[in-house]
Structure formats: C-alpha cells, structure tokens
C-alpha cells in the first residue's frame, strides 16, 4: 500500500521558518517527480512547488519563489520543504503528492497519482 505522510506543520509567527517533509512508503518514487500543494481555508487548492526525480530541476510559485525550498532525498523516499520567511498568507493545508510517469507537469495537481493527507501550516501576524 502506498503511503505519503507529511510531517512538520505546526504554528509559527511571521518571519519565521519551518521544514515540511514527505515521506513515501510501498514504492520509490526516485525516478519520478513529487510535489507540494497547498489549500488555505475557503480557497482552491494551489500548487507550491515541485521537483523533478534528480533534484537538479525545481519549480516554484511566484507567491513563495525566493522563500521557499523543495529538495528532496531519494534514499529515503523523503521530500522536503524548507518555508522561510513565512507570511501569515501562506496559512494552509500542506500536501505532498507523487508522480508515476514522466515526464509530466509539476504544476498541475492532475498530473499527480498519490497524495498525503496534509499538515496544517499556520502563520500568525
């Protein structure tokens, strides 16, 4: 059974940091792309970040480009997310999701086959 489990959510004030992380089990996902998603309260879904089965190809959205990092660790079926600077805007449910084929578009949530189950992100002013 495949499994996507985030980690790494919690509350923190403006300006300040936090690391997310993905952790896949019951199959390697090394070869393929992974991806963050983001849904704040009332609002659609949005993607975050993504990157390519190397690490050497990263893609950001405008809103968290130059503060946010994805990287991740293909030993460990592991994807991160480095947030710095956070804004209380960036207040949401943080999704991991996987990709079984490539190449497809990281930025679009329907190019995705597996999804975590969130963690919660909360950004105070």
């Known amino acids: 059974q495949v499994q996507l489990v985030e980690s790494g959510g919690g509350l923190v004030q403006a300006g300040g940091s936090l690391r997310v992380s993905c952790a896949a089990s019951g199959r390697t996902f090394s070869n393929y792309g992974m991806g963050w998603f983001r849904q704040a309260p009332g609002k659609e879904r949005e993607f975050v970040s993504g990157i390519r089965w190397s690490g050497g190809s990263t893609y950001y959205a405008d809103s968290v480009k130059g503060r946010f990092t994805i990287s991740r660790d293909n030993a460990k079926n592991t994807v991160y997310l480095q947030m710095n600077s956070l804004k209380p805007e960036d207040t949401a449910v943080y999704y991991c999701?996987?990709?079984?084929?490539?190449?497809?578009?990281?930025?679009?949530?329907?190019?995705?086959?597996?999804w975590g189950q969130g963690t919660q992100v909360t950004v105070s002013s």
């Open positions: 999701a996987a990709q079984t084929a490539y190449p497809r578009d990281l930025r679009r949530g329907g190019e995705y086959d597996y």
